[in-house]
C-alpha cells in the first residue's frame, strides 16, 4: 500500500449515526490534514496535526471530533451531522512545516458523505 | 481577509494550449501550489513556485509574479486526459494553504 488511503469511499449517514472516517499514509510524513470539499467551493481546512499533536481547528463544529494516534494515521469521527455537511472529505498528508519544506501536500482519495 | 480567485471554467481545443490565470491576496507568502483534480478523484500535486519565474515541467509551466499577485499555469499540447479541475494554493505565512475555488477545464476534440 503507499500513498495515502482512506475509508469508507462513501457512506451515507442518518443525522443521529455515529461513524468515522480513516486515513493513513505510508510516505513518512509528520504533518496530517482534513479538508471538506464542497462543489464549486475552494477546499476548506478542518484540522491540522504535527507530529500527533493538533494544531489547527479552524471554527469546526464539534460533531466533527478528530483523532490522530500516531504520525500514520488519522480519524474523523461524526455525530449528529446535519444535511449541509454532505461533502467529499479529503485527507492529506506532508512534511511537518518545522522541516523547511517541501511543503507539498498528497490528498487520499476521499470519503464521500451523503447526511440523510 | 485572504482570497485566491481564478476562473470558474475554461473550454480549449485538443492540441492547443491554455492559460489558467490565478490571483491571490494573503497573509504572508511562502509558495504557491498547481494541483490537477479530475473528477470523482482527490487532487496530485503539479508545481510550487516560491520565487519569480517561470518554471517548466514537460507540457506544464507554471509562473510567478509575486509583486503582482499572480501566477498562471500554462499547459501545452493539450490532451483530452487534461480535462480536470485545476486548484491554486497559496503557503501563507502560518504554513497554512489557502486554495482557490478551482478551474474546470474542458478539452473539446
Not at chain 2, 492547443?16 to 509558495?31: K, L, P, R
Not at chain 2, 482527490?42 to 510567478?64: H, I
Amino acid at each position: 500500500e503507499t500513498g495515502v488511503t482512506q475509508t469508507p469511499r462513501h457512506l451515507v449517514m442518518g443525522m443521529t449515526n455515529k461513524k468515522s472516517l480513516k486515513c493513513e499514509q505510508h510516505l513518512g510524513h509528520n504533518a496530517m490534514y482534513w479538508y471538506k470539499q464542497s462543489a464549486k467551493k475552494p477546499l476548506e481546512l478542518m484540522f491540522v496535526y504535527n507530529f500527533k499533536e493538533q494544531t489547527e481547528n479552524n471554527s469546526v463544529p464539534s460533531r466533527f471530533s478528530p483523532e490522530c494516534p500516531n504520525s500514520s494515521h488519522l480519524f474523523l469521527h461524526l455525530h449528529t451531522l446535519q444535511p449541509e455537511d454532505s461533502a467529499l472529505y479529503l485527507c492529506a498528508s506532508s512534511q511537518d512545516t518545522s522541516a523547511g519544506g517541501p511543503y507539498e501536500q498528497y490528498f487520499g482519495p476521499g470519503t464521500r458523505l451523503t447526511v440523510t | 481577509g485572504q482570497n485566491i480567485d481564478q476562473p470558474t471554467e475554461m473550454t480549449a481545443t485538443e492540441g492547443a494550449i491554455v492559460q489558467i490565470n490565478c490571483t491571490y491576496q494573503t497573509s504572508g507568502f511562502n509558495g504557491l501550489f498547481w494541483y490537477q483534480q479530475h473528477a470523482g478523484e482527490a487532487p496530485t500535486f503539479l508545481s510550487y513556485n516560491v520565487l519569480d519565474g517561470l518554471e517548466e515541467k514537460g507540457r506544464f509551466s507554471s509562473f510567478l509574479s509575486r509583486s503582482k499577485g499572480y501566477s498562471y499555469l500554462l499547459l501545452k499540447e493539450l490532451q483530452m486526459k487534461d480535462s480536470a479541475s485545476y486548484l491554486c494554493a497559496v503557503l501563507d505565512s502560518n504554513y497554512q494553504l489557502i486554495w482557490g475555488a478551482g478551474t474546470k477545464l474542458i478539452i473539446k476534440p
